[in-house]
């Protein structure tokens, strides 16, 4: 398709619009690894096995406040022998790594701290996010075309001009920024404990979403 040239009956004015929105997260990932050693291969296996159903369990206790749990990475190896000849092993190590993403905040405190209270269980997290199919995309993008509108207009009126049609609307970038995963917390291989632990207090960190667009104007003779 050819693109309309600028004539001096016909200018042109070409804009880029920005939107940009500070929202609250509606979603919280967190990783769960699970552990398990020992010198002998099918107890490792077995244990492993147990404290991975006891966490899956304990996360589908939460019902609809859970809205994924994944098993990811699975891991069972044998530990060498530090000294000596040949294949001497040592003993086992395995674990498995589980993935849980949260629309309740209200349980997500004490969620992780009964995870993380769980023999050899490890608890990464949380990563606050947007869903994807989240309004505030939208409303970002709406506020890049308002934004570049307002400054064409304002261009246009500068000249004693006026805005006659659009030629061109390009999406030219749209993102979300929050916490890199390495700003999550890390509760690691919690000792067994008699009592209970109290929830952990999370605050949701306020997700950036920004959105941008370039847009072609024709604008009517200005009166220079």
């Not at 920024?177 to 509760?187: E, S």
């Not at 960190?205 to 072609?216: D, M, N």
């Amino acid at each position: 398709m050819t693109q309309q040239q600028p004539t001096p009956e016909a200018p042109q004015v070409t804009v880029r619009g920005e939107g940009r929105l500070e929202v609250d997260p509606e979603l919280a990932r967190i990783g769960v690894s699970v552990r398990a050693r020992g010198t002998d291969r099918s107890s490792v296996l077995a244990t492993l096995a147990s404290r991975n159903a006891e966490a899956i369990a304990l996360v589908k206790s939460y019902g609809e406040a859970v809205a994924k749990l994944e098993t990811g990475a699975l891991s069972v190896s044998p530990e060498p022998a530090r000294h000596g000849r040949g294949e001497r092993v040592r003993g086992y190590q395995g674990w498995v790594h589980l993935s849980a993403e949260l629309t309740d905040f209200t349980a997500l405190g004490e969620l992780t701290t009964r995870l993380a209270d769980l023999e050899w269980t490890r608890v990464d997290g949380p990563w606050w996010a947007l869903r994807p199919d989240s309004p505030a995309y939208a409303e970002a993008r709406r506020q890049a075309v308002r934004e570049a509108v307002r400054r064409a207009r304002e261009y246009a009126q500068a000249l004693g001009s006026s805005l006659v049609a659009l030629l061109e609307l390009s999406d030219t970038g749209l993102g979300q920024g929050g916490p890199a995963p390495m700003g999550g917390m890390r509760m690691a291989f919690a000792a067994e404990a008699v009592d209970a632990p109290a929830p952990m207090e999370l605050e949701p960190q306020r997700q950036t979403v920004t959105a941008e667009v370039a847009a072609r104007f024709t604008m009517a003779p200005p009166a220079l």
